[in-house]
C-alpha cells in the first residue's frame, strides 16, 4: 500500500505539537483546546481565546465573532472575530495606498521581502503544519507538506522576480523599437479554500507579491485560525522591513465579505478557489464589472488502468489519489477506470490495501486517514453512497461512519455503476471511489473527458503510442493529464489548473505569473520620420 516516508513520520511525531484528544481529563471537554495545557503551542503562532480576523497594518475586527472546531473530535478550538464590511472598506482603501509604496520597490527587491517571508515559514513550520492538522484536519505530515509547499513556492517566486518581463519584438518600421511591458494589475484578491488553508494562499500571494501587486485574503470561515497564523507571521516580516502591513491584508469572513470583494471595482484581480457552484456565481459578479478572476474550482478526476499496466504502481496511487487527505482534494481520484482483464484483481487488491489504512489523529504520525472537515461533509458523503445504491453501485468496501468520536467515514469503493451514472458526474468531497470496467482505448478516453470539470487525469500504460496520444488533442481535456502517477500531488514548478467548469484558472509555476498583471505592447519611435504600419500613406 501507498506509504508515507518513514524518515517524515519520525519528524512529525518528534516535532508534533499534538496531544491525543482521548486522553485528555473529562473537566477539559467543555473549554476551548486553546486554554487547554496541552494545546498551549498554539500561542507560540499569536493566537489567543479570541483573535482578531482583519489584518490592514493593525489588527481588528467589527463583525460576528465565529468559532473553529477540530474535525478529529468536534472540540471548539478557539475563536475568531471577523470583518464586517466597515472593515472591508478601510482595509481595500489601505491596501490601495500600500499599493503606491509597494509597486515603486524593483521586483528583485520585492523578491527579497518574500524571501524572507519564506524563511520566516520555515522556522514555524512544525507549529503551523500542527495547526493545519488541528483545524482543518488533514494528517501531519500533510500539514507541515503544505507549509512547506508555500515556502517552495517563496523561493520560485524569488529567482522569478528577476526573470519576469516582456519580449523586444521586431518592428517593420525604421526608427521604431515594438516591446511588450508588464506591469502590476494591483490589488489581488485571494478567496481560498478549507481543503489547503495555506498552500493555495502562498500560490497566490508569493507571485502576485513579486510582480508587484497587494494582496486581500479571505480564508474560508472553518480555518480562520490559520488565516490569522500565516498573517501574523507575514505581518512581521513587513514590520521588520518598515513597509505598510496592508501589502498582505486579511478580512475573515463569509459570504457578505466574498460577495464585496467580487463586485468591488478597486479589486484589479480576484482569484477564487472553491466549488464551482459558488465559482459560478464569483465569475459572474466579476464579469459584470468587467473584472479579473482567476479560478480553481471542482474536479471529477479519473485514473485509467490499461490491460499492460503496472499494479504495484497502479493500486498505492488510486489509494494515495482517493483517500490522501480523506477524499478532500480537489485532485482527489474520484473515478477509476479498469481494463475488463483486470478489473476483478484491481479491485480485489485495492480492498486488501484499504483494510490495511492507519485511521486515527491526524497528529499521530502512523495514522494515514483523518477525518471530514465538517460535519455536513458526513451528510454529503452518506447521501452519495445511498444515491450509489440507488443508481445501481455495489458497495464493496466502507460506505458508513466510523463509530468514534470526529467526523470519520470509512473510504468508500463502489462498482457495478455505469460510467455515466449520475453520481459518478457528481463531484463529492470525499472518500468515495467508483470502478468501472472498459474494454478499449477510444472509449475510456471519452468517458475520461464526458464529466463537466477538466483538473486532473491518469492513465498507467506501457504503450508509448497510447501515451501521447492520450497528452494529443483527442486525449484527455483536463489542465493535469498524468502518466503512471496519480491525479493528486502536483509539483509547483508547473501551472496548476484544470478546464471547463474547473475555472480555466492556472496558479503556481510556468508563466501563471501573467495572470497577475496587466501587458502593453508599447511602439516607441526614436526617428525623425514618421512611417505607418502597414505602409499607409496619409497625406
Known amino acids: ?4 516516508p518513514r524518515a517524515l513520520c519520525v519528524h512529525a511525531a518528534k516535532t508534533s505539537k ?14 476551548l483546546l486553546i486554554n487547554q495545557p496541552q494545546y498551549a503551542w498554539l500561542k507560540e503562532l499569536g493566537l489567543c481565546e479570541e483573535n482578531e480576523g482583519v489584518y490592514n497594518g493593525s489588527w481588528g475586527g467589527r463583525g460576528e465573532v465565529i468559532t473553529t472546531y477540530c474535525p478529529a473530535n468536534n472540540e471548539p478550538i478557539a475563536r475568531v472575530r471577523q470583518a464586517s464590511v466597515a472593515d472591508y472598506e478601510e482595509t481595500v482603501k489601505k491596501a490601495k495606498e500600500a499599493w503606491k509604496i509597494w509597486a515603486d520597490i524593483p521586483a528583485p527587491k520585492r523578491g527579497e521581502i518574500v524571501r524572507q517571508i519564506g524563511d520566516a515559514l520555515r522556522e514555524k513550520i512544525q507549529v503551523l503544519g500542527s495547526l493545519v492538522s488541528l483545524e482543518m484536519g488533514k494528517i501531519l505530515v500533510e500539514g507541515v507538506g503544505e507549509v512547506q509547499e508555500y515556502v517552495d513556492i517563496c523561493d520560485y517566486a524569488v529567482g522569478l522576480s528577476r526573470m519576469i518581463g516582456g519580449p523586444i519584438l521586431p518592428s517593420e518600421r525604421p526608427g521604431h523599437a515594438l516591446i511588450e511591458q508588464w506591469n502590476p494589475v494591483g490589488l489581488v484578491g485571494i478567496i481560498t479554500a478549507f481543503n489547503f488553508p ?17 494582496c486581500l485574503w479571505k480564508g474560508a470561515p472553518t480555518t480562520s485560525l490559520i488565516s490569522v497564523a500565516v498573517t501574523k507571521i507575514i505581518a512581521k516580516v513587513l514590520e521588520d522591513n518598515k513597509l505598510p502591513g496592508a501589502i498582505c491584508s486579511l478580512t475573515c469572513g463569509g459570504a457578505d465579505i466574498g460577495t464585496a470583494m467580487a463586485k468591488d471595482e478597486r479589486v484589479n484581480l480576484l482569484s477564487f478557489t472553491g466549488s464551482t457552484q459558488v465559482g459560478k456565481q464569483v465569475a459572474l459578479m466579476v464579469q459584470e464589472r468587467f473584472g479579473r478572476s482567476l479560478l480553481e474550482l471542482g474536479g471529477n478526476n479519473a485514473i485509467i488502468a490499461f490491460e499492460d499496466a503496472d499494479l504495484s504502481l497502479v493500486v498505492p496511487s488510486a489509494l494515495f489519489a482517493a483517500v ?3 477524499g478532500q482534494r480537489c485532485t482527489t481520484a474520484r473515478r477509476l477506470f479498469v481494463h475488463e482483464s483486470i478489473h476483478d484483481e484491481v479491485v480485489n487488491r485495492l480492498k486488501k490495501a484499504y483494510a490495511q489504512i492507519r485511521v486515527g489523529n491526524p497528529w499521530d504520525s502512523n495514522v494515514l486517514y483523518g477525518p471530514l472537515h465538517t460535519k455536513q461533509s458526513v451528510s454529503m458523503f ?66 475520461n473527458n464526458e464529466v463537466k470539470q477538466g483538473l486532473s487525469s491518469s492513465i498507467f500504460t506501457k504503450d508509448l503510442g497510447r501515451i ?37 484558472g492556472r496558479e503556481s509555476g510556468s508563466d501563471a505569473w ?24 496619409f497625406q
Open 382 to 447: 452518506l447521501g452519495a453512497v445511498e444515491e450509489a445504491k440507488k443508481e445501481g453501485g455495489t458497495v464493496v468496501y466502507g460506505g458508513k461512519v466510523m463509530d468514534r468520536p470526529g467526523n470519520y467515514v470509512e473510504p468508500t469503493i463502489v462498482i457495478g455503476l455505469a460510467h455515466d451514472a449520475s453520481i459518478a458526474h457528481t463531484e463529492t468531497f470525499a472518500p468515495i471511489l467508483y470502478v468501472f470496467k472498459f474494454k478499449n482505448e477510444e472509449e475510456v478516453f471519452a468517458w
Open 468 to 504: 501521447f496520444r492520450w497528452l494529443g488533442p483527442k486525449g484527455s481535456d483536463c489542465g493535469i493529464v498524468n502518466v503512471n502517477i496519480p491525479t493528486s500531488g502536483a509539483e509547483i514548478g508547473g501551472a496548476f489548473g484544470g478546464e471547463k467548469h474547473t475555472g480555466g
Open 514 to 537: 501573467k495572470h497577475y498583471m496587466r501587458r502593453s505592447t508599447c511602439t516607441i519611435n526614436y526617428s525623425k520620420d514618421l512611417p505607418l504600419a502597414q505602409g499607409i500613406k
Open 324 to 326: 490522501g487527505t480523506a
Open 1 to 4: 500500500m501507498w506509504r508515507l
Open 198 to 214: 495555506v498552500a493555495v494562499y502562498g500560490w497566490n500571494n508569493a507571485i502576485a507579491m513579486i510582480c508587484g501587486n497587494v
Open 18 to 31: 499534538l496531544p491525543g484528544p482521548w486522553s485528555r481529563p473529562a473537566a477539559f471537554m467543555s473549554t
